[in-house]
């Protein structure tokens, strides 16, 4: 061998080393996502609600409390952490704020620098374990390979897996007691910045460190070590508390939110790639909602084969064996992992379609468990020890074996997610343009925004354009103008309160002047406020008092069809009064006892153009809770009375002609007994709820009369045939049969 080609090994190794984390962001994102001024990509879905939050807390000035911004859902404001804004990187940056461009983003370098880090700890935590630097590389690129940590993007702090596996470098790696309780506040106070959901994670395995030291001092009955134990977990506590403070947990932003048990893990998550583009191996099978998104943890074929193989490994060679030290150092993490098991899979056990395990909890205990509620997630510690764990089997095994299998791991993992990866890269294609605003790009937002003292979005739900939302919010807090609503990680119960009482001050036709309306659906303003309306890029808009001078468009109503849903993005949602909860995805809830709607039937579209000779109004809906009755008046007058329960059910309530005599239909609903979401322990909201309805349709009842009776004679006609061929085939079983039904005679 030639004496220059170890020294040339050692430098390619080198450029490998540096190589690595580059190749692998480019493999999963578009590179021009580094460029901190382009923004367009990021004004979408959740990355929307991050981007915003950073920049409205940029925009406002330092103050007391300092992780805090009220120029989203004024004026309430938000704690950055509300927003996921990476509150280590928006302190950062808001310090370096006059220097930085105006439009500005660290998302994109946020996601390089995770990867970076992701390798980094991953090539510390596996070299002391490793035969070489060439092992501990294979090791490290194996590490920064697991799936879940891409599928996070759009949660772009908790693709910080880095914090994982920085923590079990301070369990397996650090030696010294006194070091690693400084690791341990370190590592732990930086995650305080950065993600509760992280913290539970990195704090399992931290309790693991503990009880390997405090369970023999617990049995020798060793008082001052015990002391000292506490002292020390007390002080180490504290960091991520203070940290959590600081970025504005305790804000008063209330911790209410649901989803435990449905946002969980199931026990085929390791090897169901969930969608069929997502392995080229192993076929995927479909989850539940929640369990696809939150509970995605599927780990890659190579992975898959390192743990196999590794647990062979150990079963019939003695070399591999030779692992069983490191393994018992494991044991400490048992408790901690089952537990993070246990929350992970939640009180709903499913494999696949099979539900193993479902344990009704009560509300008061799912109210608590609501601060865990995306609970899938916390099964990456335990995916990152086992791969650790295959990697030291296989580090001690013999070389052949390792130079074969670490490179054959990596190939199958990337060969066995190609269409994960596309997937994944897909979602940052939109950074490759440099466009900021696609579903508002008139310059003319801008002035609008500039002569009102504030935006409010009409209705106040983010989510019925966000991209719209987003798009003009980022144009309002670029010029430090406040905005009405914001979507949050956990709804504040205040704010709540102040969007729901503008939403009925609205109803009631009064809005201020001096802002500036953007409505998010498409609905008629009440009567006061339609010459106001004008359009804008095909939005609706009520222009500021000193801004109604300027050539707009009016907009267009158009026709409402016979059959309307009641969901946001419905225009059956536009015809509901105050007493009606904001609309959900699919439909309403009353509120109160009385309930209106008001539909303007000479503007009904129905099919074919023919108006209902014996008009009729259909309904899905259900009941809140327990059966529920509701009387149904027709223009002031009882039409009917619906026996609802809590699943949905058909209504249909029957309409006398001359209600197309008038220019509207006024349909109210009276409930009977509503219940209060407090008396079904859903907090302390005393919102009265009655009905939910879904769907209605105006509909003439001589017709589905009709057809329900050609439908049951086309029945009653096929049984007839199917009887006669019965008879006409097999004589002897109709004689049979006719001698059953009719007993002999003596």
Known sequence: MPTYLPEALKWLRRVLTVAAPIALFCLFFHVEILDPTRIGWLLDEDWGQHVLGWHAFRNVPWAWPFNYQNLLAWPTGISIIYTDSNP??????????????????????????????????????????????????????????????????????????????????????????????????????????????????????????????????????????????????????????????????????????KGYGFYSMGLDAPINPVQPDFSFFIRSHPQDMGQYFEGFQYMGLGILGLLIGALLLYQITFSARQARPFIDSCKPLIIPFVCLLVIALSNHVQFYDITLLNIPLPPYVLEKLAVLRASGRFFWPIAYTLMLIALVIVYKSRPKIMQVALPAVIVIQLIDLQGFIAAMRAQTELARSTVIYDQAPDPLWDKLISGAKGVDFYPAQVHLNDKLFYEITWRAVSQKKPVNTMYMARENVGQRAIELKGREAYLNGEINNDNLYVFLNQCLA????????????????????????????????????????????????????????PPEGDGAWTLGKRAEMVIPIQEIQFENDIRPVKPSLRMVAKSFYRPMTVDVLINGVKRGTMELEKIRSYQDIPLPPSVFNRKDMKVTFLIHDPLSLKDVGRGDDERLLGMKLFRLTLEDAAVREKAEAEKQAKIAEAQKDIKAAVQTESPGIAAGQQAVKTPAKP
């Open 88 to 257: 280590f990187f928006s302190f950062i940056f808001k310090a370096l704020s006059p220097i930085l461009p105006d439009n500005f983003q660290f998302i994109g370098p946020w996601f390089g620098l995770c990867v970076a880090m992701q390798f980094f700890f991953g090539y510390r935590l596996v070299r002391p374990h490793a035969p070489g630097p060439w092992a501990a590389l294979a090791g490290a690129v194996i590490m920064t390979l697991l799936p879940a940590l891409y599928y996070r993007m759009r949660h772009d702090t908790l693709v910080a897996h880095f914090l994982i596996l920085w923590t079990l470098w301070i369990f397996f790696n650090v030696k010294n007691e006194k070091h690693k309780n400084w690791w341990y506040a370190a590592s732990l106070g930086v995650t305080g910045f950065l993600h509760p959901y992280m913290l539970f994670m990195m704090a399992a395995v931290w309790g693991g460190d503990v009880l390997r030291k405090f369970i023999p001092a617990a049995k020798a009955l060793d008082r001052k070590q015990i002391l000292i134990i506490i002292r020390d977990c007390a002080l180490i506590f504290a960091c991520p508390m203070i940290a959590l403070g600081i970025s504005g947990a305790y804000s008063g932003s209330s911790a209410e939110a």
């Open 526 to 581: 009440p009567a006061n406020l339609q010459p106001l309306m004008r359009e804008v890029d095909g939005v609706w808009i009520i222009p500021p008092a000193s801004m109604r001078h300027l050539p707009l468009d009016h907009p267009e109503w158009k026709p409402i069809k016979a059959r309307m849903g009641l969901g946001f993005l419905n225009q059956g949602s536009c015809l509901l009064d105050k007493n009606w909860a």
